[in-house]
């Protein structure tokens, strides 16, 4: 071997440490992240966003890096549930804002909306992100609609812009805490039910990426690829199993989330799908092949589908799944163009499209046979929501009253002494 011939110095060739940024926007949002990244085993770098200098002290105190935004705009007193005024204060805080998502590869996202910071800045950020051409996986929190006309409008007009801005965006509205199994839990244990979907989410995005103990993980290439069009509807649902028949409990628990039912979701089918798995034990190769089956037989996936798994001794005979996907086409009259900033936009290799107007032509629009119509708004998916005294009109009475039909099914059954009868 001649010395031109020499094998590469150590370290040579090594793949770069993907740069994952976990930011929470909004009081309620960062509180959530302070926690995830202090209880959590979260791979990824952890920032609290906020106009509130009160709320940023306890996520400090976490150790999560702070980010104080708009002090000449709201003087660190918060936004006072105003979504224009959080949205002036990110405008404010763009260099700070710029330089915070420096360097990063994938930006999670977390919002609550309703309120000033998390419904004005957090789209702020997101219109910054997709400027740069930075993949944003967004989970957004909605307020129960029993908070009022103002919260309940500026909560879906945020979640329409962050949907047209994002390449994956969830929707965890709190009326879906009705619509559990455990719907009858006390009010701080429903938001653990939430919390739980949101942990899972955002675990599964860093473990099924970063996973560094050999095991079976996802390329961020593959997964990029899984939104290559910002504003399509994010296939995304977690499963929970426990016990002798953990596989199946987790599988059918993941087969009737509620995520699956938002506004801005589609339950598939989808071309490509990311299957992460979380459990106690090295698994056997049946085992994961079943999951994964399953899983395409209900959810799509026939293009390509990534399969992932962890093991954390900690989850002993638990399971925990999570599928993430996109359906629907694109729906360029939803891009919500951000206001005019110094840095350029984003260029076709930056690998993320973004659709303007020009980009969609006549032949663009799909024939009535291949319209993939979600099963959440049908072919009204791309019109803002019909809100009438802070009502979404377009969500049946049951789901905005928050009744659960299989438990109301069960009690008139027991009336008609007709219980356990199909």
Same mark, same amino acid.
């Given at each position: 071997?001649?010395?031109?011939?020499?094998?590469?110095?150590?370290?040579?060739?090594?793949?770069?440490?993907?740069?994952?940024?976990?930011?929470?926007?909004?009081?309620?949002?960062?509180?959530?992240?302070?926690? %995830?990244?202090?209880?959590?085993?979260?791979?990824?770098?952890?920032?609290?966003?906020?106009?509130?200098?009160?709320?940023?002290?306890?996520?400090?105190?976490?150790?999560?890096?702070?980010?104080?935004?708009?002090?000449?705009?709201?003087?660190?007193?918060?936004?006072?549930?105003?979504?224009?005024?959080?949205?002036?204060?990110?405008?404010?805080?763009?260099?700070?804002?710029?330089?915070?998502? #420096?360097?990063?590869?994938?930006?999670? %996202?977390?919002?609550?909306?309703?309120?000033?910071?998390?419904?004005?800045?957090?789209?702020?950020?997101?219109?910054?992100?997709?400027?740069?051409?930075?993949?944003?996986? &967004?989970? #957004?929190?909605?307020?129960?609609?029993?908070?009022?006309?103002?919260?309940?409008?500026?909560?879906?007009?945020?979640? +329409?812009?962050?949907?047209?801005?994002? @390449?994956?965006?969830?929707? *965890?509205?709190?009326?879906?805490?009705?619509?559990?199994?455990?719907?009858?839990?006390?009010?701080?244990?429903?938001?653990?039910?939430?919390?739980?979907?949101?942990?899972?989410?955002?675990?599964? &995005?860093?473990?099924?990426?970063?996973?560094?103990?050999?095991?079976?993980?996802?390329?961020?290439?593959?997964?990029?690829?899984?939104?290559? =069009?910002?504003?399509?509807?994010?296939?995304?649902?977690?499963?929970?199993?426990?016990?002798?028949?953990?596989?199946?409990?987790?599988?059918?628990?993941?087969?009737?989330?509620?995520? *699956?039912?938002?506004?801005?979701? #589609?339950?598939?089918?989808?071309?490509?799908?990311?299957?992460?798995?979380?459990?106690?034990?090295?698994?056997?190769?049946?085992?994961?092949?079943?999951?994964?089956?399953?899983?395409?037989?209900?959810?799509?996936?026939?293009?390509?589908?990534?399969?992932?798994?962890?093991?954390?001794?900690?989850?002993?005979?638990?399971?925990?799944?999570?599928?993430? @996907?996109?359906?629907?086409?694109?729906?360029?009259? /939803? =891009?919500?163009?951000?206001?005019?900033? !110094?840095?350029?936009?984003?260029?076709?290799?930056?690998?993320?499209?973004?659709?303007?107007?020009?980009?969609?032509?006549?032949?663009?629009?799909?024939? +009535?046979?291949?319209?993939?119509?979600?099963?959440? /708004?049908? =072919?009204?998916?791309?019109?803002?929501?019909?809100?009438?005294?802070?009502?979404?009109?377009?969500?049946? !009475?049951?789901?905005?009253?928050?009744?659960? *039909?299989?438990?109301?099914?069960? $009690? $008139? $059954? $027991?009336?008609?002494?007709?219980?356990?009868?199909?």
């Amino acid at each position: 071997m001649t010395e031109s011939e020499s094998l590469p110095p150590p370290g040579a060739g090594t793949p770069p440490v993907l740069r994952v940024k976990l930011v929470g926007v909004g009081g309620s949002a960062c509180r959530t992240v302070a926690r %995830l990244c202090r209880e959590k085993q979260i791979d990824a770098e952890c920032v609290a966003v906020d106009t509130s200098a009160a709320d940023l002290a306890g996520a400090a105190a976490s150790g999560v890096r702070t980010l104080l935004i708009g002090e000449n705009v709201a003087g660190g007193a918060g936004a006072g549930a105003d979504a224009a005024r959080g949205a002036l204060a990110a405008r404010a805080s763009d260099e700070a804002l710029r330089s915070m998502l #420096a360097g990063t590869d994938l930006l999670i %996202l977390v919002a609550s909306l309703g309120r000033g910071t998390g419904s004005g800045a957090a789209v702020e950020i997101a219109n910054l992100a997709r400027e740069v051409g930075l993949l944003c996986v &967004c989970f #957004a929190t909605t307020p129960f609609s029993w908070e009022g006309t103002a919260s309940t409008k500026q909560a879906s007009e945020a979640a +329409d812009a962050l949907q047209a801005n994002c @390449g994956a965006f969830i929707l *965890l509205e709190n009326n879906l805490l009705a619509q559990t199994e455990d719907a009858g839990a006390s009010y701080s244990e429903g938001f653990r039910i939430s919390d739980r979907w949101l942990e899972t989410g955002i675990s599964a &995005c860093c473990r099924m990426l970063r996973n560094d103990a050999g095991r079976m993980r996802v390329d961020f290439a593959a997964f990029r690829g899984l939104f290559p =069009v910002v504003g399509m509807r994010t296939l995304f649902s977690v499963g929970f199993g426990d016990g002798a028949a953990a596989q199946e409990d987790a599988l059918t628990d993941l087969f009737r989330c509620p995520l *699956l039912k938002t506004r801005t979701s #589609a339950a598939g089918p989808s071309e490509t799908l990311a299957v992460h798995i979380e459990l106690g034990a090295e698994p056997q190769i049946s085992f994961i092949n079943e999951i994964v089956q399953r899983v395409k037989d209900r959810f799509g996936g026939e293009s390509r589908t990534f399969p992932s798994y962890a093991v954390d001794p900690a989850l002993g005979s638990r399971i925990e799944l999570c599928v993430f @996907g996109a359906t629907g086409k694109r729906e360029a009259s /939803r =891009v919500v163009h951000p206001s005019p900033r !110094t840095a350029p936009p984003p260029s076709r290799e930056s690998g993320m499209l973004v659709l303007s107007p020009d980009d969609v032509g006549a032949d663009a629009v799909p024939a +009535d046979d291949e319209l993939d119509i979600p099963d959440s /708004r049908g =072919v009204f998916g791309s019109l803002r929501s019909s809100l009438f005294e802070g009502l979404d009109l377009d969500k049946p !009475t049951y789901f905005r009253k928050q009744i659960n *039909l299989e438990r109301e099914l069960e $009690k $008139k $059954k $027991k009336a008609l002494g007709l219980s356990g009868a199909k």
